[in-house]
Nanobody, 130 residues
Framework: EVQLQASGGGLVQAGGSLRLSCAAS????????IGWFRQAPGRERVGVSC????????YYSESVKGRFRISSDNANNTVHLQIDSLKPEDTAVYHC???????????????????????WGKGTQVTVSS
């Protein structure tokens, strides 16, 4: 069974850092695009960063470029999101999600990061105080 478990959220002051983790089971992350999506209360859920580790393909939304870094840990079948220079507007529930993407397909993860993915995990709350 495909499962995704997000962790690492918390309450942080503006300017601080967090490292979110998405532990995947039931599949190998090299065969999937993995994405981080966030949703603030009353706002649309949006993709902020996505990766297809086998192809080295990554995407970041403009609001997080230079502050967020997505990476894969294949040995532990986990994707991480390092978040630096947190801003109050980063406050949201962060979900990780996945869709199958064959290795070497040439598929651009931006498409899935923008439109959404097939499998979703439970979110982790990130709260940034000013």
């Amino acid at each position: 069974e495909v499962q995704l478990q997000a962790s690492g959220g918390g309450l942080v002051q503006a300017g601080g850092s967090l490292r979110l983790s998405c532990a995947a089971s039931g599949f190998t992350i090299d065969d999937y695009a993995i994405g981080w999506f966030r949703q603030a209360p009353g706002r649309e859920r949006v993709g902020v960063s996505c990766i297809h580790s086998a192809d080295g393909n990554t995407y970041y939304s403009e609001s997080v470029k230079g502050r967020f870094r997505i990476s894969s840990d294949n040995a532990n079948n986990t994707v991480h999101l390092q978040i630096d220079s947190l801003k109050p507007e980063d406050t949201a529930v962060y979900h990780c999600a996945a869709s199958p993407v064959p290795r070497g397909s040439g598929f651009t993860v931006k498409v899935l990061c923008y439109n959404g993915m097939d499998y979703w995990g439970k979110g982790t709350q990130v709260t940034v105080s000013s």
